[in-house]
């Protein structure tokens, strides 16, 4: 693929730009456009709820790549340009400006959206969604005076940031999560609890088995939270984390397969000729786990724009990372690598009550997912574990003083 071919990547996010960048780097020479919806250039979502919600990193510190780099590059990013149609058999992508851009290969990098909260006064002033940088200046403008009586909707990873950044500006904090405790769907019932402990630890007030019946409101702006038919809180901010959707709505009118994301191979291949699929829309074939997985984090964005860069030059690619997320809430930090199914067996190294451990998910004997919390340069022998799917010793697996690189054989 060279010279008079155009490869155009629709999604100016972390896969977007880092599938430009590989394109580039192997060698591709033909057109290269990155179109992105958002007004500014391409940027890392992870630290909007953490650093820079705080304050502690400024708006650069974020950016994938530097202004420059684009045209030193040739990488013509269209910014404030969302592509509103898509024709796979005529190979054109039609932009909202009226533009049309042909391609040779195309990849679909749209990510996903914040999911809405379908109750009453969802849409009073006062009430916030995390998803881009523009969200993130309006709410850490609002938390900064450390004056607000803050609600979050969702224990998830990200109402649990925000709630940590929240209290970092000095507001009151209360969390509603109708689950027995945060993160309950993700890590279960006992390491929910090091979250909600953690977060009543620091001031929060953390309502579990809550749920949301309405956003009240007086002149337009939200004044309290109704939860469970009968108890109002007070809320003058009020911050939704119910999780995201891919944004597959530009492959799903162009007739692409999309269950669960835009459906794509191993290859990172959709169902239509020569589009691509990478990043939090793509629900692409894991030959580990030998189904469709979808992957809604930051390494799955790094790591897979790359190999769908590798995939359109042509490159024989089977992306089959083991997936992996991590987070920073107070002084608690943690990476999660694998994919724990439902009913594997939970162990401990080192004592979840006492802030520094290393939980694994194991079948049969096999590690599928290890979590280490501050406990670090743990991550890469966890993934070689869980990648060898080879059967453990449960006593060395959770005696601290046994390195995890010891049981790789
Ligand atoms: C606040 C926050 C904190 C997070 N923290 C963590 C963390 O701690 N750890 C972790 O592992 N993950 C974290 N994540 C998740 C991680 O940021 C995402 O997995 C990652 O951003 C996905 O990258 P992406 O490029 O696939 O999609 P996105 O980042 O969603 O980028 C997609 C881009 O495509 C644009 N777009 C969509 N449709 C169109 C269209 N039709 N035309 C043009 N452009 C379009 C969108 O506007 C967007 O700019 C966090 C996410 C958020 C929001």
């Known amino acids: 693929m060279g010279t008079h071919d155009t490869f155009v990547i629709v999604g100016a996010g972390l896969a977007g730009a880092k599938a430009a960048e590989t394109l580039r780097d192997e060698g591709f020479d033909g057109r290269l456009v990155l179109v992105g919806e958002e007004p500014e250039r391409p940027y890392e979502r992870p630290p909007l709820s953490k650093a820079y919600l705080t304050g502690a990193a400024d708006r650069e510190s974020v950016d994938v790549h530097p202004a420059g780099w684009y045209g030193e590059r040739g990488v013509e ?46 849409d009073l002033a006062g009430v916030h969604y995390l998803r881009t940088a523009a969200d993130a200046d309006r709410l850490r403008t609002a938390l900064s005076s450390g004056q607000h009586r803050v609600v979050i909707v969702g224990g998830g990873w990200i109402g649990l940031e925000v709630a940590a950044a929240a209290r970092h500006h000095g507001n009151e904090v209360a969390v509603v999560e109708p689950r027995p405790t945060p993160l309950h769907q993700v890590l279960g019932a006992e390491l929910g609890e090091v979250f909600a402990r953690l977060h009543r630890a620091h001031g929060v007030d953390v ?50 397969d999309v269950a669960n994301g835009v459906v794509a191979d191993a290859a990172l291949r959709t169902s239509a000729p020569d589009v691509y699929a990478a990043g939090d829309v793509a629900s692409s074939f894991h030959p580990r786990y030998h189904r469709h997985i979808r992957v809604e984090h930051w390494a799955n964005a790094l790591h897979g724009g790359p190999a769908a860069a590798r995939s359109m030059l042509g490159s024989k690619v089977s992306y089959d990372r083991v997936p992996y997320f991590f987070t920073d809430q107070y002084e608690l930090g943690m990476e999660y690598s694998g994919l724990a199914g439902p009913g594997a067996d939970v162990v401990h190294r080192g004592d979840p009550g006492n802030g520094a451990f290393v939980t694994f998910w194991l079948r049969d004997g096999r590690v599928e997912a290890g979590m280490n919390v501050n406990v670090w340069d743990v991550a890469e022998p966890i993934q070689a574990l869980i990648r060898s799917g080879r059967q453990v010793d449960t006593g060395r697996l959770t005696d601290p003083g046994v390195p995890i690189e010891a049981l790789l054989g």
Not at 97 to 108: A, V
Not at 236 to 241: A, P, Y
């Open 207 to 256: 309502r579990v088995r809550t749920t949301v019946d309405e956003l009240c409101g007086d002149g337009g702006r939200v004044t309290s939270v109704l939860v469970d038919g009968d108890t109002e809180l007070p809320a003058d901010l009020v911050v939704i984390g119910i999780g995201a959707a891919p944004n597959t709505g530009l492959a799903e009118a162009a007739g692409l």
């Open 77 to 122: 990013l269209l910014t404030g340009a969302r592509a509103s149609g898509l024709d796979p058999a005529g190979h054109r992508v039609e932009l909202d400006t009226g533009e049309r851009l042909g391609y040779s290969k195309l990849l679909l990098a749209t990510g996903s959206s914040a999911r809405r909260l379908g109750v009453p006064g969802a």
